[in-house]
């Protein structure tokens, strides 16, 4: 079962709207204060949930693809070109976020001391539309293979669209510019994310075979996102305040809870 194009519309405005509405979280300042004693909180559940995500659902769906097409090209060993472009999805988001994009701590750069360029702050916005992209691409991917496995995957991605929206409002803040500017970026990044979700599933209805190779692409992508990405947020702001890193157990705790709770759903 595969959601259909209206349902993925749906779930792509949703987490596009959770990128401006991370970043609105700013004004006022006494909701950006006790948004931020919370937002390690949630950087730890969404990378446990996304750690989840990738090992259990995508990964394994990704190896099932690569036996059972027999249409599929093969280069050596079967799955040689599936794990190829698991690490070709991490390596680019490396490549973007940190390589041509500065990478910055999340919600630090609206003290005055890390005060930035505007050049700065936009380059890192533009390095963040990549990995925004692909958040996309990969809530449609997973869609297309299962509902269930899609619907984990927006979870996946929601739950680090507030952080990320945050994140972006904080680095425009910090070079001087205001709410107009906040919004703009917000919804640039969203928009990416959206059009991520309804180009794959253009693409991937008028070329079946994409499935098999945009799946393990965004797998890497989104262990690049978990793993190095906001595990070591997770790190920095946490410390050593052992609630932090339960909050990453929870996550995954909550994708099982959800992924039973749809298994019994769909098998109705």
């Avoid at 993925?8 to 300042?29: D, Q």
């Avoid at 930035?116 to 890192?124: C, F, L, N, V």
């Avoid at 799946?215 to 890497?220: H, I, R, S, T």
């Amino acid at each position: 079962m595969e959601l259909t194009f209206l349902q993925l519309l749906f779930l792509g405005i949703i987490v596009a709207s959770a990128n401006v509405l991370g970043g609105l979280i700013l004004f006022p300042t006494g909701v950006y204060k006790h948004y931020k004693k919370a937002l390690k909180y949630l950087l730890a559940l969404g990378a446990g949930f996304m750690l989840a995500v990738t090992f259990i659902e995508i990964l394994p769906k990704t190896i099932e693809i690569w036996q059972i097409r027999k249409d599929l090209p093969r280069f050596g060993e079967i799955l040689y070109i599936p794990m190829l472009l698991l690490l070709a999805g991490y390596l680019i988001t490396q490549f973007f976020e940190h390589t041509i994009a500065p990478h910055f701590h999340l919600g630090e750069e609206v003290h005055s001391d890390h005060l930035i360029s505007t050049k700065s702050a936009y380059t890192a916005v533009g390095g963040l539309l990549i990995h925004t992209l692909f958040d996309g691409v990969s809530i449609a991917a997973a869609s297309q293979v299962d509902a269930r496995i899609g619907i984990l995957m927006f979870i996946a991605v929601f739950l680090h669209k507030f952080p990320e929206g945050f994140t972006i409002a904080s680095m425009i803040l910090a070079t001087g510019k205001g709410f107009k500017e906040v919004l703009i970026a917000t919804s640039l990044v969203g928009l990416t994310t959206l059009f991520g979700v309804v180009g794959f599933y253009l693409l991937g209805t008028a070329l079946e075979s994409s499935i098999a190779y945009a799946l393990p692409l965004a797998a890497g992508v989104t262990l690049y996102v978990a793993a190095s990405d906001l595990i070591p947020e997770v790190n920095h702001h946490g410390g050593k305040n052992p609630l932090v890193s339960f909050s990453v157990f929870a996550g995954v705790a909550l994708f099982f809870a959800i992924h039973f709770t749809l298994h019994s759903l769909f098998a109705v």
